[in-house]
């Protein structure tokens, strides 16, 4: 039999939901089965965490895994961490977490790092600007070739949706200027070859959204599209004839599909549409990509990133200062994210 695969999991920015949910994920019989896992955070702040959430959690709630099972590296808080309450020595301890789980998997201890959710700013804070997790991970790694794809998998109807972004944490007015050929081709690229290597799809069908509205209605609406994301486009299917190359699709109707993917068969021809989704969608900015995915699938979605030489695998959401320490978050992202890093690994092997 082979061996379950080693994670690391990150405990994010203490001041979050990070340590919450990683205690109600590890909960989980079904997936601590399946893996071996290491939490990279402070074994006090686990325990503090639990012993709250023991006396705030409603007891409907999933039951809490004690972090006294836990195998963890025990990394130092620089300082007090209140509940909700984020700063720069919560930022600080945040991206060490990180640093940790990164230098761990590039010496062999792991196949891949889960990362619970981070405060940006509160990294900037620190005195570590970086965009986000995704940044640091390449960096560390070595590696300029990257992408964000976003991940879930329908609860209604077992539909995956797969969503990739073109840009991502850049102010809106940089994104025409951001947007080159090179770009396309090298995310196109990534994403032909994550769809093989880590979900087995050989013959692709992917969706590529147009940038203005419209897809620009033939220069009316804006020009870059019929300047050169057209040509692209068409070089592209050329050079990748395996792929089904489907676009440029206005942005506000190439979501309709994958939205009927998700929720089901409310006209009675679910199988349809099925059909008629892609395998993956190619957003070309943020917010065009992450507004559907967190509207389909707040709770399950999952941030991964490809082109790494190891997995990394994140929840879609965010810190969540505002209910930190009050035993309310949903692990299910957590869960999905785990659950997919296990499901990767074992289609690479």
Known sequence: MPQ???????????????????LKALADDSITQKCQIMVIGNSNL???????LLETRDLTEPRLVNPETLSIVDLPLTAPVTFGEGNAASGQVSFACLEKAIALTLSGEFSGIVTAPIAKSLWKAAGHNYPGQTEVLAQKAGIE????????RSPYTGWMLRTLLATTHIPLSDVSQTLTPQLM???LDLLIECLEQDFGIEQPKIAIAGLNPHSGESGQLGTEEQDWLLTWLKEAQSQY??????????PDTMWVKPGQAWY????????????????????LYHDQGLIPVKLMAFDQATNTTIGLPFIRTSPDHGTAFDIAGKGVANASSMKAAIELAIQIISQRR
């Open 185 to 187: 081709s090298l995310k």
């Open 241 to 250: 004839p395996q792929a089904e190359l489907t676009g440029l699709i206005p």
């Open 145 to 152: 070739r990257f992408g964000m794809l976003f991940v879930g």
């Open 46 to 52: 686990l325990k503090i965490t639990y012993e709250h």
């Open 264 to 283: 089901g068969n409310v006209d009675q021809h679910f199988a349809q549409v099925k059909l008629n989704t892609a395998d993956a969608y190619l957003a």
């Open 4 to 22: 379950p695969p080693c994670l690391a999991i990150t405990m994010g920015d203490p001041a979050g939901i990070g340590p919450e949910i990683i």
